[in-house]
């Protein structure tokens, strides 16, 4: 039977009091904290446009939000409409982060504006095509590339939207593969010292902590909003046969389960609190959920076969043939007019300090590809390379392979 855990009738009772006091947490990011690299007339807060609100508009009308549409969560090389990809995700986040978030009384604009841009800088086919990536990139500059970091290139410096600290920090901050019990925010930093911490990041490791409640939040939510939610993606690609294969725990086995579970446990450790924090016990159901998943789903032959197989020589095919076209400065090459046109058009009403053809070649063959959607990067592999034996091919819709083909649909 389903297990769904609720928030204590003492707690419940002390939120709704202070609901009905207008009470805000006094840990929350305060709009007036917002900092931005920029003094300009059109990002002044105004009654319908709070800052982080504007964070929020800026990121949905970005050059590349509408990208998230066509790019792998987990499961690439399906054309089925049910299987989650990276726009579902980012708005799963929000939508669990805003909901808890509201609760606790944190910031739920700033909430809102890190979680529909944590993942900005996500490359076509997910992880697999950030690890690609970032081997070739390595190999030619020393430099990784991390999705997080991108997203903050995207949104700062390919074109410098003037996003506030607060959700750039978020942003940059939030890897939501490395599980903490309690998240305590950092020190709030100073665009210079933000700017180095990025930097260092492209060459080692360093210890990333949010420097607002909300950017925890979203970090943590990140996991709640995948690990149930991939199950599900595992039953719809036939990877599993159902949620029932998972190891019962103490926070359940299904997608609304965990939710659920997390949520409350969440906010029965949080609330009133400078931080945010599961118990022992939920936290290691999280992680026991989030291994497990490894183990099952994201390990799996199905998953990972065709990636090595095939689109990794594929990306490093494209790497070589973009980097050449901008290292010529070749301007019929898709890299100019799909990408630097694109960047310079928005620039136009954002300007950059220096023009972005004039970037290092290897940033700009980084930054394209980045760019692209899982279906672009096929086609546009396939339009330079016709006669490679690299291909992907696709689970289709009425695939015959399909267990739920019907014999009397074999026959149509």
């Known amino acids: 039977m389903p297990h769904y855990e609720s ?10 009091a202070n609901r009905k006091r207008g009470w805000v947490s006094p840990y929350a990011c305060p709009n007036a904290a917002a900092l931005r690299r920029c003094d300009r007339y059109n990002d002044a807060p105004t009654m319908l446009r709070p800052p982080f609100s504007k964070d929020a508009d800026k990121i949905l009308n970005s050059a590349f939000y509408n990208r998230y549409a066509d790019k792998t969560q987990v499961f690439s090389f399906y054309r089925n409409d049910d299987i989650s990809r990276r726009a579902l995700h980012v708005q799963l986040v929000s939508r669990i982060a805003r909901n808890i978030g509201d609760v606790l009384g944190l910031n739920t604009d700033l909430i809102e504006a890190i979680a529909i841009g944590h993942d900005m800088g996500h490359t ?7 690890h690609a990536l970032s081997a070739l990139y390595q190999g030619y500059t020393g430099k990784r590339f991390l999705h997080n970091l991108h997203g903050v290139r995207v949104l700062d410096t390919m074109v410098p939207y003037n996003i506030s600290l607060q959700t750039l920090d978020g942003i940059l901050c939030h890897n939501g593969e490395l599980p903490q019990a309690a998240y305590h925010p950092a020190p709030m930093l100073d665009f210079a010292a933000f700017d180095a911490r990025t930097a260092a990041c492209y060459r080692q490791d360093v210890s990333l902590i949010p420097c607002t409640l909300e950017g925890c939040l979203v970090r943590l939510c990140d996991m709640i909003a995948y690990i149930g939610k991939d199950r599900q993606d595992a039953v719809k690609a036939r990877l599993v046969a159902s949620e029932d294969v998972f190891s019962p725990t103490l926070i359940g086995k299904t997608n609304a389960e965990v939710i659920n579970n997390l949520e409350v446990n969440l906010i029965e450790n949080s609330y009133g609190k400078p931080y945010l924090q599961l118990d022992e016990a939920h936290f290691h159901a999280m992680k026991q959920c989030k291994d497990e998943n490894y183990q099952r789903l994201y390990h799996d032959e199905k998953v990972q076969g065709q990636i090595q197989r095939e689109m990794v020589p594929m990306m490093e095919q494209l790497y070589e043939k973009i980097r050449k076209d901008a290292v010529d400065h070749d301007r019929s090459s898709a890299l100019y007019q799909h990408h630097i046109a694109l960047i310079e058009e928005k620039q ?15 940033d700009l063959t980084a930054d394209f590809i980045a760019a692209m959607t899982d279906d672009y990067f096929v086609d546009y592999y396939r339009m330079c390379f016709p006669h490679s034996k690299h291909h992907i091919s696709y689970i289709g819709y009425f695939d015959l392979s399909d267990p739920h083909f019907s014999s009397h649909s074999k026959g149509l």
């Open 348 to 362: 136009r009403w954002y300007p950059a300090k220096t023009p972005y053809a004039e970037s290092d070649p290897d």
């Open 124 to 130: 076509p086919f997910g992880h697999a095509g950030e």
């Open 7 to 16: 928030i204590s009738p003492a707690l419940e009772q002390e939120i709704q």
